[in-house]
């Protein structure tokens, strides 16, 4: 198992976000997390990052089979975890290549990765400012391709990006999750859809259903997304499965 997460209760400025939540993730599966406003979903996602703020109150988070819990987000990033924000924050004064420089010396390959987002004139720009909602999008997905983690977390890698950049950031996200011709792929992924429109690119293994911080259904990504398309999360969580 490549993430396994044990009955995990977080805190957060003394509020409970997430509610004893299961996950389990092996390698190369990519698993669709839903679930309304509110529900909790961003705070797993940096609880699992290990970002501070998110007090692990009970539970454990093991990642490559080790306890990474207390681990701070570095050492996270090191054993090959990375995430893209759902709100990326802007940071003046390091250009976006100077932070991928950081962890890849490839030129070729980061020229290639930009080239692929359209986003070549912006290694040079600061760090997501002056950068469109798309833009920014964009660039945290570059960010993670040339990173290249075993697990990838992405939060919302679609909202308030227009229709044809949905489609450049879907075929990125498929690149970076995709299996290969033995159906073995070697990154797994976590990601938070509203819309449902990553669903038509990347080939999701599992959907899960988080509400007011606890797990209410597990199952087919597709089916899932139907359903609440069509009749809402509460009538999803009534699956029980
Ligand atoms: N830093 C914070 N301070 C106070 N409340 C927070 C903070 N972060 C998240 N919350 C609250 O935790 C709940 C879950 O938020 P979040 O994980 O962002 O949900 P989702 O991503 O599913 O919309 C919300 O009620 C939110 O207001
Ligand atoms: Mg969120």
Redesign the pocket.
Known sequence: MLLDIRALTVE??G?E?LKGVNLQIDQGETHVLF??????????L?TIMGFS?YKVKEGSIFFKGEDITNFPINERAKRGMGMSF?RPPTIKGVKTMDLIAIFNSDEKSVAEAAESLELTAFLDREINRGFSGGEIKKSELLQLMTQNPDLILL?EPESGVDLENIAVIGRAIKKLLQKNLRRLRVNAGLV?THTGLILNYVEADRGHL?LD?RMRCEGNPREMFATIQKSGYEVCARCQK
């Open positions: 957060v400025e509020k976000v679930g309304k406003n509110g529900s909790g979903k961003t705070s797993l940096m703020g759902q939060d938070i988080l911080g």
